[in-house]
């Protein structure tokens, strides 16, 4: 089974810094999928960014990218240029490939403040 | 389009009694999930499913019980409520396992 940790449970940072939020997991399987999902307080779940395993290029959307290193077993969320709206509990996800198509596994969240 | 839907958004049940949280989406999409979220923690899955008629355990699946007999529709029951059930549990669907899941807004349910 899949386990995903995410070490920092709070972070906080000032308004137009940058802050970047850890994730490690751990599996077997070479061609698979992450997540890092927002949920802000009115408790939707967002999604932020997806990275596929077998692209070596780090995805970027906006202001969210991240830092992917496959041998590593890393999966960090860098957020520039922090916005108030930014203050949320942010989600990593390990999402299996076809094998085990379904089974995803959350990690158990950092919730940032964004500080004005 | 009304996106994934869950009813009700809010229950409070005594022990030992049963309900059906209800989830539909309107996206046909193939996979559907129920996860639950303690306070302050992560998801944990529950039972997804596939496809209409095709569903399989997650993480906890332990005193619930799910049912998919439409691709719009993915019902949780739970039977004989207990206390350890208390937590928010959400809905979610994607078209493939490796897409983007749309949430719910969650039911938050307390059993005392």
């Known amino acids: 089974a899949q386990t995903v940790t995410q070490s920092q449970p709070e972070m906080s940072v000032q308004e137009a810094e940058t802050v970047t939020l850890s994730c490690t997991y751990d599996t077997s399987e070479n061609n698979y999928y992450l997540f890092w999902y927002k949920q802000p307080p009115s408790r939707q779940m967002i999604l932020v960014i997806r990275?596929?395993?077998?692209?070596?290029q780090n995805a970027t959307e906006n202001r969210f990218s991240v830092n992917f290193q496959k041998a590593a077993k890393s999966f960090s969320l860098k957020i520039s240029d922090s916005q108030l709206g930014d203050t949320a509990m942010y989600f990593c996800?390990?999402?299996?490939?076809?094998?085990?198509?379904?089974?995803?596994?959350f990690g158990d969240g950092t919730t940032l403040t964004v500080k004005p | 389009n009304a996106g994934v839907t869950q009813t009700p958004k809010f229950r409070i049940l005594k022990i030992g009694q049963s309900m059906t949280l209800q989830c539909a989406q309107d996206?046909?999409?193939?996979?559907m999930y129920w996860y639950r979220q303690d306070p302050g923690m992560g998801l944990k899955l529950i039972y997804y499913s596939v496809g209409a008629g095709i569903t399989d355990k997650g993480e906890v699946p332990n005193g619930y019980n799910v049912s998919r007999s439409t691709t719009e529709d993915f019902p949780l029951r739970l039977e004989l409520a207990a206390p350890s059930q208390t937590s928010v549990y959400f809905c979610?669907?994607?078209?493939?396992?490796?897409?983007?899941?749309?949430f719910g807004p969650g039911t938050r349910l307390t059993v005392l």
């Open positions: 996800a390990f999402i299996p490939p076809n094998t085990n198509a379904g089974k995803s596994t």
């Open positions: 979610a669907s994607s078209q493939l396992s490796y897409n983007e899941q749309f």
């Open positions: 996206m046909n999409h193939n996979y």
């Open positions: 990275q596929e395993a077998y692209k070596q």
